[in-house]
């Protein structure tokens, strides 16, 4: 090993104590192979035991006595190495969102690549099976016969066959009667496929000759290989038939070539489009492209909030400055908010790109995943396409970032690390001197402020593409409706609208964003609700599956006929879902056909293409959904937009209520008129002087931001402020509450001691909205921070959580610290 060569090593391991780098020496058969990015296997702890690390810098000298530095043991030579730009992004996330690197790294790397640690356990050499049989227990008599019979088996595979496997194992370890190894593996590889194909040493011609004119199998392998070129062996079977013996004659006799090439997993190969050319511009989208162009030729950073109304022609500027940035070599990531989305954009974008578009989103296989992340990183494709984590596509000359909907909440991660998509594409933009577009006909109120005060540059479009006039919008009082004696779902006005659609051929929305049957069963003798035993949160009916579901750890039971505190039969079920919505349309409107698009109906793999589908062909009359059908779909011939219960999410507690009401209401009232037909909406609600509903039916974003500005500012909410939610879990309430209360007893003395004073800006520790969930406690911290503030504060929060005094007071608690949380339950 030559002096000096040294590297800093993140290691794969989910600990808050070994959050840091760790200097490991670079042997000099490795020094030209290993750099920033590197995966490798490296010795850790006391018994040297190997682990996957990354190598995060390289350096001539070490910090640390020479004598304590182990050497690098392999560079993991797969297909990929992280560049420095994403390594430096997971150095950011760690420090922004106080989450551990190797979380941040799981984002970034493609999943199922990461390789994991498994035991696999052999029979000694040389065992006599027989001789020692009668010596061993009935459990370890198990596992030695399934070791003869299978040669090796995991940890886990022994786990799933034999009771107490662990036990049994480490007895059968101690008397020699087995072996273990460790060995790495990752959840997810490349699928290797066989080609065959003629030799490219002799002409056709001559091969035929050489054939025998009794081989008609061998002919007809060689006539289809000469008119079709290389061929996979699953398709030659199917074409000619034949076996692998005929193939290996061919092969000896050096007519035809077998060799093996990797066999790419495409998710949308059977999605077929017809080429499209770029549409001719409104004067606003001419606008918008002279305003961003500029940038994107000088490659100069910076951030645009194209403001624009739905239907205003926003995905028509983003195929333009893609194109335009392709044309000058650079590549380009487009997220959108919803899965749902994602075909329709592929549909699009596949007409104007052709293959130049990969595609990201959880919806895919791992498989289907790790093959389209590795298209986009060895460069065979210019955009990727996708949901949230679509962010971290690994492209080496990114143009830009382009957020649809930039207003969504599912660009917040709910996992540690909590990141927002948003915040990533700032950081990859300025990186990569990249331009970063967000749109949004409802943007969020922090966007909309940094556009105001000049930290984007705003661009507003306010007609719509086909200059049609936005939908009328009425608003009905439905405590009216209740006064008159109708305590139907649907309001006179919703009734007679839907009944006219159905007559005139039009298509039909109806919005409610709570799905299931019923919401709750309650006793109506003693008032006992039927909740989830794990999370103390009711539990909600699903008819069609005749059960009842925790929305949140996915627990569920039959319904009970009696109550189970009183014994009364006075069961009753409250509240609406879209279930129940969809078996009610069906009732009122049998004469059309009904479909639902929510998590119930779309679990399966392609379920939620297939109902959009039907529906943009008009085998759909009326189509119920949750915030899914709320955004981005484009269907001509709806005309009417029904909404059941415009209030659902106005009254909780959340500062962003009004404001996720007001998008919800604006962006689902979109869907209607986008045709030549003009359209309508019917907002039902028992709020309807609400500022947020009154402005969302005026689509008047302005009005709403004014108003909602003022209240965020007198009770300090962003953007006058970042919020920090500390989330305190565990199995035992007293510890939680304990663990909770030291906590911020130990940041409110660190707070005053660097200047911060603290006593107006924490909350808490108190229980949270959602008190227990999978059987954990919850408690909660909330912390209001100015901006000047946010760094130290957010590094003393670090320090705490990581220091050994606090660490003993949390040993069975879980900390969740979420930076800017989007929601405070």
């Not at 994403?86 to 990461?114: E, K, N």
């Not at 606003?284 to 909030?305: D, G, N, R, V, W």
């Not at 335009?324 to 790109?353: H, K, N, W, Y």
């Not at 998008?663 to 045709?675: K, M, Y």
Request: aromatic content about 8%; proline content about 3%.
């Amino acid at each position: 090993m030559k002096q000096g060569h040294f590297s800093e090593v993140y290691i794969n391991h989910k600990s808050n104590h070994t959050d840091r780098a760790f200097t490991y020496a670079v042997t000099e058969e490795l020094a030209d192979k290993v750099c920033v990015g590197s995966r490798v296997m490296v010795p850790f702890g006391k018994s040297n035991n190997l682990v996957e690390g990354y190598v995060v810098a390289l350096k001539n000298h070490a910090d640390i006595d020479l004598r304590y530095i182990k050497n690098i043991h392999a560079l993991i030579e797969d297909e990929y190495t992280l560049s420095k730009e994403l390594i430096h992004l997971a150095r950011w996330m760690q420090q922004q969102y106080l989450c551990r690197f190797v979380d941040a790294i799981q984002c970034i790397l493609p999943t199922g690549s990461i390789l994991k640690k498994e035991k696999v356990y052999r029979l000694e050499d040389n065992l006599n099976l027989l001789s020692v049989i009668e010596k061993t227990t009935e459990r370890q008599q198990a596992i030695l016969q399934l070791l003869a019979q299978y040669g090796s088996l995991s940890e886990s595979q022994l786990q799933s066959q034999v009771e107490d496997a662990l036990k049994e194992l480490s007895k059968l370890l101690k008397h020699k009667l087995i072996r273990v190894e460790e060995l790495f593996k990752k959840d997810v590889n490349t699928i290797r496929e066989k080609m065959i194909q003629l030799s490219e040493n002799k002409s056709y011609e001559e091969i035929i000759k050489s054939t025998p004119k009794t081989a008609v199998k061998q002919k007809s392998i060689l006539d289809y290989l000469f008119q079709k070129g290389p061929t996979s062996w699953t398709v030659l079977r199917e074409a000619v038939g034949g076996s692998l013996t005929t193939l290996r004659g061919l092969q000896e006799k050096g007519f035809i070539e077998i060799y093996e090439t990797e066999k790419r997993r495409e998710p949308y190969k059977d999605l077929k489009v017809l080429p499209s050319q770029a549409y001719k511009l409104t004067r606003e989208q001419e606008h918008a492209m002279k305003e961003i162009t500029p940038y994107l030729k000088s490659q100069q950073h910076q951030t645009f909030l194209l403001h624009g109304i739905t239907g205003s022609g926003k995905t028509e500027i983003y195929l333009q400055l893609i194109e335009a940035l392709i044309g000058m070599g650079r590549d380009a990531i487009l997220l959108v908010p919803e899965i749902s989305l994602t075909t329709q954009m592929i549909e699009r974008f596949r007409a104007r790109f052709g293959d130049q578009i990969a595609v990201l989103h959880s919806r895919l296989s791992l498989g289907e995943r790790y093959d389209e992340w590795r298209r986009i990183y060895n460069g065979e494709v210019k955009i990727a396409i996708g949901a949230r984590s679509a962010i971290f596509a690994p492209f080496r000359n990114l143009g830009m970032i382009i957020i649809d909907e930039e207003h969504e909440h599912s660009y917040k991660s709910d996992y540690s690390p909590k990141y927002h998509a948003v915040e990533v594409a700032e950081v990859r933009c300025r990186e990569n001197s990249a331009l970063l577009v967000l749109g949004s006909a409802t943007p969020s109120v922090e966007s909309y402020n940094k556009a105001l005060v000049g930290e984007y540059k705003l661009i507003q479009m306010i007609n719509r593409y086909n200059s049609n006039p936005l939908p009328t919008v009425s608003v009905v009082d439905m405590r009216e409706e209740l006064q008159r004696g109708n305590k139907s779902i649907f309001s006179e006005a919703l009734y007679q609208a839907i009944k006219d659609n159905l007559k005139r051929k039009e298509q039909t929305i109806l919005f409610l964003n709570r799905r299931g049957y019923s919401t709750f069963i309650s006793c109506r003798k003693c008032g006992f609700v039927v909740k989830c035993p794990q999370c103390e949160i009711a539990l909600t009916y699903h008819k069609n599956a005749h059960h009842l579901t925790c929305h949140y750890c996915g627990q569920a039971q039959k319904p009970p006929t009696s109550c189970m505190q009183c014994g009364s039969k006075y069961i009753k079920y409250f509240g609406i879902g879209t279930e129940k919505v969809e078996k009610i349309t069906k009732d009122c409107f049998p004469e059309a056909v009904v479909a639902r698009l929510d998590l119930d109906t779309t679990s399966r793999k392609g379920s939620m293409e297939k109902i959009l589908k039907d529906y943009a062909a008009g085998k759909i009359d009326l189509l119920i959904g949750t915030q899914m059908i709320a955004k981005g779909l484009d269907f001509p011939n709806v005309t009417l937009v029904g909404i059941i219960a415009a209030d659902t999410s106005l009254n909780l507690p959340d500062f962003r209520a009004s404001e996720k009401t007001f998008q919800l209401i604006t962006q689902v009232s979109g869907r209607a008129g986008r045709g030549e037909r003009p359209g309508r909406v019917i907002v039902q609600t028992y709020e309807p002087k609400h500022f947020a509903i009154q402005h969302a039916t005026k689509s008047d974003y302005k009005g709403f931001y004014e108003q909602e500005i003022q209240l965020r500012s007198a009770f300090l909410y962003p953007p006058f402020s970042r919020l920090i939610n500390i989330i305190f879990s565990g199995a035992e309430e007293g510890e939680v509450i304990k663990a909770s209360q030291e906590f911020t007893a130990i940041l409110s003395n660190s707070l005053s001691l660097e200047g911060i004073e603290p006593f107006k800006r924490i909350y808490g520790p108190a229980p949270a909205h959602l008190s227990k969930i999978k059987q954990n406690f919850r408690w909660q911290l909330i912390i209001k921070s100015k901006a000047v503030d946010h760094s130290r504060l957010t590094g003393i929060i670090n320090n705490i959580r990581l220091e050994n005094k606090i660490q003993d007071i949390i040993r069975r608690v879980n900390i969740s610290i979420d930076i800017n949380p989007y929601s405070m339950l």
